[in-house]
C-alpha cells in the first residue's frame, strides 16, 4: 500500500460509525464483508448492514452444462456449480445469523434449495429485521431438483411484515390463508409476484386499505377464479391457465397489461366481453399468443383501444403472426411502439399491412427473434409505408423463448443467429431515413 492509499483509508476510518455502516451498506453484502480484515474496527462493522442481502445464484447461468440448443435438452449442474450452491447456502446462514442491524432493506435468496435447508429461519429473518422486499425463489433447471417450502400462515403478520413493500414467490407452498393474510396485514405492499405456485385455486386481491399496485401471476396451474378489486393498481400480468372466472372490480388505475399462456388464446377470443373501460384505459398491452390458433373473424373484432401507445405481441408457433398484427394496429390508432417477437423459422406475410392500416401513427419499432426473410422484410416496408412517422427500428436477433436463459449464450455465437444479425444490418441500406439498434 502506498502511502497516498493509506492515507485515505485512514481517513476514512476516522468517519463516525454510523456514517461507516451507511457507506458498506450501499455495497454488496459480499463486498461489505470483505472489509473486515481492514482493521479491529472494521471487523464487524459489516454486521451492522442495512443494504440489500442479495444470494441471487440463478442468473450466473455459466455454471450450467448444455449438449444442444435443441427442444430436448437437459440440463445438468457442473461440478463447481454444485460446490459452490453449498457453499452459498451455508453462508447464507452465516450471514443472516451475523448481523445485527435492526432493519435490512432486501432479502433476495434465488436458487434451488433441499430438505435440509432452514427457510423457516430465513422468513423468520426478514420478520425480525424488518425487510422491505423480499424474493424467494428456489427453482431449478430440473424440476426433479425442485424442493418447494411451505410459506407459514400463522404469524403475526400484523407486527412483522408492517413494512413489506415487494413481495416476490417462486416455487413456494402458498396457501389462499396465508394469500390473505399477507394482504390483509402488508399496509404498505406494492408489488406482489407469485410464480409456479401451484395450491392456489382461487385468489382475491382486494381489501380497503390495499395500496397494490403491481400484480404479476405466472405458472400458477390449478388457478381458476381471480377477482380484484384494487384502487392503486398500475399493472397486471397474468400468464398461465385459462381461468373459469376473471373479475375486475374497481381497477381505475390500471394502464399496463400483460396476458400469456392458455388464457391469453381465450382472452384475444373473448375480447370484447372485457371491460370495455379497462380497454380504453390501457397505454401497454403485451400479449404472447405462443401456440393459440385465434380464427379470423375473432382477431378482427378487437374493439378500439383508443389510449395504447405500446403493443408487444410475441408468437411461438403461431399460423399467421402478421393477421393478429394487422388487426391489432387496426384497433390502436395512438399507437407509438409495436413490439413484435418471434419464434418460428418463417410466416407467409398474407396480409398488406398498408390496406388495412394506411395511416399509423408509429414512431418505434421493435423485432425479436426475426430471421429476415423475404416476408419479414416485405412486411417491414408496408410498416414503413403506412406509418410515415416511424424514426427508429430495433433488432434483437436472439430468438425470445432463450433470452435469460443458458441457451441464449449458445444461440448467440451460432451461425444461424449471426446469418439473420447479417441480414438484419442490411436493412440500413433498404431504410436509409430510419435509424436502426441492432443487438
Known amino acids: 500500500m502506498n502511502a497516498n492509499e493509506k492515507e485515505t483509508e485512514e481517513g476514512i476510518s476516522k468517519l463516525p460509525d454510523d456514517v461507516l455502516i451507511n457507506i458498506l451498506s450501499r455495497l454488496t453484502i459480499k463486498e461489505a464483508t470483505k472489509t473486515s480484515v481492514l482493521s479491529s474496527r472494521w471487523r464487524y462493522l459489516w454486521t451492522f448492514f442495512t443494504g ?37 447456502l451455508g453462508c447464507i446462514d452465516k450471514v443472516l445469523g451475523s448481523l445485527e442491524a435492526r432493519a435490512v432493506e432486501e432479502l433476495k435468496i ?7 435447508c432452514d427457510v423457516n429461519s430465513w422468513v423468520n429473518f426478514a420478520i425480525r429485521k424488518r425487510v422491505q422486499r423480499l424474493e424467494l425463489d428456489f427453482r431449478g433447471p430440473r424440476r426433479r431438483d425442485e424442493y418447494t417450502f411451505n410459506f407459514p400462515s400463522h404469524f403475526d403478520i400484523r407486527s412483522s411484515f408492517g413494512s413489506l413493500t415487494s413481495l416476490r414467490l417462486t416455487m413456494v407452498n402458498l396457501s389462499k390463508e396465508a394469500l390473505e393474510n399477507l394482504l390483509r396485514h402488508c399496509p404498505f405492499l406494492e408489488l406482489l409476484s407469485l410464480s409456479w405456485i401451484f395450491c392456489l385455486t382461487s385468489i382475491v386481491v382486494s381489501g380497503p386499505s390495499l395500496k397494490l399496485k403491481h400484480l404479476q401471476l405466472k405458472g400458477l396451474r390449478r388457478l381458476k377464479d381471480l377477482e380484484i378489486d384494487a384502487a392503486s393498481l398500475v399493472s397486471f400480468e397474468y400468464s398461465g391457465q385459462d381461468l373459469n372466472n376473471v373479475s375486475f372490480k374497481h381497477v381505475p388505475s390500471l394502464v399496463r397489461m400483460s396476458v400469456g399462456g392458455c388464457y391469453c388464446e381465450a382472452f384475444v377470443n373473448n375480447v370484447r366481453q372485457f371491460p370495455s373501460l379497462i380497454l380504453g384505459q390501457l397505454r401497454t398491452l403485451k400479449l404472447e399468443l405462443g401456440i393459440a390458433t385465434v380464427p379470423e373473424d375473432a382477431v378482427y373484432g378487437i374493439p378500439k383501444l383508443p389510449n395504447l401507445k405500446h403493443l408487444e405481441l410475441a408468437f411461438f408457433i403461431f399460423e399467421d403472426r402478421f393477421l393478429a398484427c394487422a388487426a391489432f394496429l387496426k384497433s390502436c390508432p395512438l399507437l407509438h411502439k409495436l413490439t413484435l417477437k418471434s419464434s418460428d423459422l418463417s410466416c407467409p406475410y398474407k396480409r398488406k399491412i398498408n390496406e388495412h392500416n394506411p395511416h399509423l401513427s408509429l414512431k418505434v419499432v421493435e423485432f425479436v427473434g426475426f430471421e429476415w426473410h423475404t416476408d419479414d422484410v416485405e412486411f417491414l416496408m408496408d410498416l414503413h409505408e403506412s406509418a410515415t412517422t416511424m424514426e427508429k427500428v430495433i433488432i434483437d436477433n436472439c430468438r425470445p423463448n432463450y433470452l435469460g436463459s443458458p441457451r441464449e449464450l449458445l444461440y448467440r455465437n451460432s451461425s444461424k443467429y449471426h446469418s439473420a444479425r447479417t441480414r438484419a444490418m442490411e436493412l440500413a441500406s433498404i431504410f436509409p431515413q430510419l435509424k436502426f439498434e441492432i443487438s
Open 52 to 88: 440489500s442481502l442479495d444470494f441471487d445464484d440463478i442468473v450466473d447461468m455459466r455454471e450450467y452444462v448444455l449438449m444442444s440448443l435443441d427442444s430436448t435438452t437437459e440440463y445438468t449442474y457442473s461440478k463447481a456449480y454444485l460446490i459452490r450452491r453449498q457453499r452459498v
Open 110 to 116: 434465488c436458487l434451488p434449495i433441499n430438505p435440509r
